[in-house]
């Protein structure tokens, strides 16, 4: 019984001790949970943070991008003008080169055609001394210098063929100036109007060129 009592007046003498340790204990406990409660709202703070953060680093970003494709839009609305630009004067080198290509193949060919032309002309007065010569050569078909004359013309005549050098038809025909060329006038009631009656010398075309036109009388 007397260490029943002991006890509980040790008990006693201890509780102001006891209560001191819970109170601490108590203050410890609020402390810390103070502390985490301000070190989660810190971590919240900086998450919240942090995703702004991010927000703001991509709204940049996409406006960076979409900077990037208008330059390049532009870029290529440019490149597609210069490209029609260069096409379109690409047409215009080609089709002015294919006109002086015409042009001047017509201009070779119608040089060509002159200089045939300028060299039948020279020629004509050679054939007209070879009909002379004809005219006033022995009428005996084996004599040597008629057959010698007859020999040559020939083969002036038929290289004159073979170049598309003809003769103009005059005599019996009617006159036209576009081919001969009305030196005398007379009257015959056996012809028609306007009707060549001689031909004094002969006229002769190469292709639809006239070399020289025919000198001729013409009736009525």
């Given at each position: 019984m007397t260490d029943k009592k002991h006890v509980d007046a040790d008990n006693i003498e201890n509780a102001p001790d006891i209560e001191t340790e819970a109170v601490k204990a108590a203050e410890v406990a609020a402390e810390t949970g103070a502390d985490v409660g301000a070190e989660a709202g810190d971590n919240t703070g900086a998450q919240a943070e942090n995703a702004g953060g991010h927000k703001e680093k991509d709204r940049k970003e996409k406006k960076k991008l979409t900077a990037e494709l208008a330059g390049l839009e532009a870029k290529n609305a440019e490149l597609e003008k210069t490209l029609a630009e260069e096409?379109?004067?690409?047409?215009?080198?080609?089709?002015?080169?294919?006109?002086?290509?015409k042009r001047t193949s017509r201009?070779?060919?119608?040089?060509?055609?002159?200089?045939?032309?300028?060299?039948?002309?020279?020629?004509?007065?050679?054939?007209?001394?070879f009909e002379r010569a004809l005219a006033a050569a022995p009428a005996d078909a084996d004599d040597p210098l008629r057959k010698g004359i007859e020999l040559t013309y020939r083969q002036f005549k038929e290289q004159m063929e073979k170049d598309g050098v003809k003769e103009i038809e005059a005599l019996g025909k009617e006159f036209d100036p576009e081919l001969h060329n009305a030196v005398m006038h007379c009257e015959d009631e056996s012809l028609g109007e306007n009707v060549i009656a001689d031909v004094f010398m002969k006229g002769y075309t190469l292709g639809d060129k006239v070399l020289r036109h025919s000198m001729v009388k013409v009736a009525n």
């Open positions: 096409k379109d004067r690409y047409a215009r080198i080609l089709a002015e080169y294919d006109n002086y290509r201009e070779l060919d119608g040089r060509y055609s002159d200089g045939r032309a300028d060299a039948w002309k020279g020629l004509l007065p050679v054939i007209d001394n």
